[in-house]
T-cell receptor, first 113, second 118 residues
Framework: AQTVTQSQPEMSVQEAETVTLSCTYDTSESDYYLFWYKQPPSRQMILVIRQEAYKQQNATENRFSVNFQKAAKSFSLKISDSQLGDAAMYFCAFLQGAQKLVFGQGTRLTINP | GAVVSQHPSRVICKSGTSVKIECRSLDFQATTMFWYRQFPKQSLMLMATSNEGSKATYEQGVEKDKFLINHASLTLSTLTVTSAHPEDSSFYIC??????????????FGPGTRLTVL
């Protein structure tokens, strides 16, 4: 079974600085999707970024980018120019085929003003 | 685009009563919707997968007679917690995947429903 591991329960960063959240996963498949979701205090899950495993190019969405290392099964999220509104729980997630979305344990990100 | 709504956002009920939670995809059609439960400071736990026009698929350990799921149209799925008890108090979140287009693999989440059973 696929597993997703986020080894950092909590992270903090100074406003305007850059922070990287780690995520590793385990699968024997070659075709799959990876996601980062953000859950602010409102608890609304918001899609941050999506990566297709067959694409070598790292996905980017404005200040958010990923470092996708397929061989290492690593999918880290980099947040540049951190803003107070970035404070949230961040969940890494894996999807293969029609199977269910598998979430990591989450990383709580605090932004220090 | 890809907006999912849930209603109600909060509900308080007495033990033994039933509660219905609605999940709607507002600007897309969703063949598949998902229901999750989230305990405080934990990740999301998938309860069941809801397919339009067919029976839901429940995860191991989830009582299908207690958590009734109906997916009557491509934009609406409902979760009914029957004979609710205090241990059913939790945060319930639905998600939906577009049935066409370039992001059929992506789940879009509703804002969640906080259920409190007294």
């Amino acid at each position: 079974a696929q597993t997703v591991t986020q080894s950092q329960p909590e992270m903090s960063v100074q406003e305007a600085e850059t922070v990287t959240l780690s995520c590793t996963y385990d699968t024997s498949e070659s075709d799959y999707y990876l996601f980062w979701y953000k859950q602010p205090p409102s608890r609304q899950m918001i899609l941050v970024i999506r990566q297709e495993a067959y694409k070598q190019q790292n996905a980017t969405e404005n200040r958010f980018s990923v470092n996708f290392q397929k061989a290492a099964k690593s999918f880290s999220l980099k947040i540049s120019d951190s803003q107070l509104g970035d404070a949230a729980m961040y969940f890494c997630a894996f999807l293969q085929g029609a199977q269910k979305l598998v979430f990591g344990q989450g990383t709580r990100l605090t932004i220090n003003p | 685009g890809a907006v999912v709504s849930q209603h109600p956002s909060r509900v308080i009920c007495k033990s033994g009563t039933s509660v219905k939670i609605e999940c709607r995809s507002l600007d897309f059609q969703a063949t598949t919707m998902f229901w999750y439960r989230q305990f405080p400071k934990q990740s999301l736990m998938l309860m069941a997968t809801s397919n339009e026009g067919s029976k839901a698929t429940y995860e191991q350990g989830v009582e299908k007679d207690k958590f009734l799921i109906n997916h009557a149209s491509l934009t609406l799925s409902t979760l009914t917690v029957t004979s609710a008890h205090p241990e059913d108090s939790s945060f319930y979140i639905c998600s939906a995947s577009p049935h066409s287009g370039g992001t059929t693999d992506t789940q879009y989440f509703g804002p969640g429903t906080r259920l409190t059973v007294l």
